[in-house]
Nanobody, 124 residues
Framework: VQLQAFGGGLVQPGGSLRLSCAASGFAFDKHDMTWVRQAPGKQREGVSC?????????SYIDSVKGRFTTSRDDAKNTVYLQMNNLKPEDTAVYYCAAVLFPRCHIGRSWYDYWGQGTLVTVSS
């Protein structure tokens, strides 16, 4: 099983980034996918999630609603996180995680699979 997030980098406040997470080794379309972030000195938090192919629901934490959008391409086994109007408080390592369940829940504290993260730094 592999989950690899990429697309992070340094961006100015108000800028945009698109993260991708490529998955392999498991039935991607049957898993809901969550983007989780961990900022320095803070607990990790689920940022957004998208349900498995059979459901496709999405959920976001309040601080990113209207700015972040998650989507998936099951043909490519990839989940995306489009981040717009980035703020310094969005600075964190972003990970993707998977759970074998049709409908995602943003408040989960456990995942079946967990991937390598990508660093997002929002700074002027």
């Amino acid at each position: 099983v592999q989950l690899q997030a990429f697309g992070g980098g340094l961006v100015q406040p108000g800028g945009s980034l698109r993260l991708s997470c490529a998955a392999s080794g498991f039935a991607f379309d049957k898993h809901d996918m969550t983007w989780v972030r961990q900022a320095p000195g803070k607990q990790r938090e689920g940022v957004s999630c998208i349900g498995a192919a059979s459901d496709g629901n999405t959920s976001y934490i309040d601080s990113v609603k209207g700015r972040f959008t998650t989507s998936r391409d099951d043909a490519k086994n990839t989940v995306y996180l489009q981040m717009n109007n980035l703020k310094p408080e969005d600075t964190a390592v972003y990970y993707c995680a998977a759970v074998l369940f049709p409908r995602c829940h943003i408040g989960r504290s456990w995942y079946d699979y967990w991937g390598q993260g990508t660093l997002v730094t929002v700074s002027s």
